[in-house]
């Protein structure tokens, strides 16, 4: 079983539209969890963190967290073609590591 | 200057060739960290530095040598390397100490082994 599991998508949306992220962990332990946002060619860039249950709102972003089924997922309001991009998953293991899912692709068309 | 940089931002070196990557953080923060990127795959973590301290080493071999003379600074010694080792090369940093948070990134080296 990987550590940070993603879909690899593309996952695609209209413009305007709510896109949604998933993202699942194995280790229970895992205390902090985030997302990073990826252009091609670029570095990943942190967009959103999150450490307790329930949802963190960020403006357009919001980050929810269910550690009980080990779940964590990014929505983004009002996409944006420039909101194109690979969203990585990463989730601070209990072993002190810093794990990366292998990020879902998303196309948000005009 | 701030963030993390990352020199050269790529890289063309032969399999006898020994080069070296180099990483500097103006953010403050005490733990810095090489990551792989390869395509279809998940960033690897390598190495991780807390307070000028190897504190993981991943399973890498040893044609990866990492250096960290400070906090601001950490390298990656390359020698004689496999084609398979071409990828994209990331440095991060982080505040540091007992638990790991947000990593930061520079912009990567593109590692080409011919």
Known sequence: ?110 | ETGVTQTPRHLVMGMTNKKSLKCEQHLGHNAMYWYKQSAKKPLELMFVYNFKEQTENNSVPSRFSPECPNSSHLFLHLHTLQPEDSALYLCASSPGGRVVSEAFFGQGTRLTVV
């Open chain 1, 1 to 110: 079983q990987k550590e940070v599991e993603q879909n690899s998508g593309p996952l695609s949306v209209p413009e305007g539209a709510i896109a949604s992220l998933n993202c699942t962990y194995s280790d229970r332990g895992s205390q902090s969890f985030f997302w990073y946002r990826q252009y091609s060619g670029k570095s990943p860039e942190l967009i959103m963190s999150i450490y307790s249950n329930g949802d963190k709102e960020d403006g357009r972003f919001t980050a929810q967290l269910n550690k009980a089924s080990q779940y964590v997922s990014l929505l983004i309001r009002d996409s944006q073609p420039s909101d194109s991009a690979t969203y990585l998953c990463a989730v601070l293991t209990g072993f002190q590591k810093l794990v990366f899912g292998t990020g879902t692709r998303l196309l948000v068309s005009p």
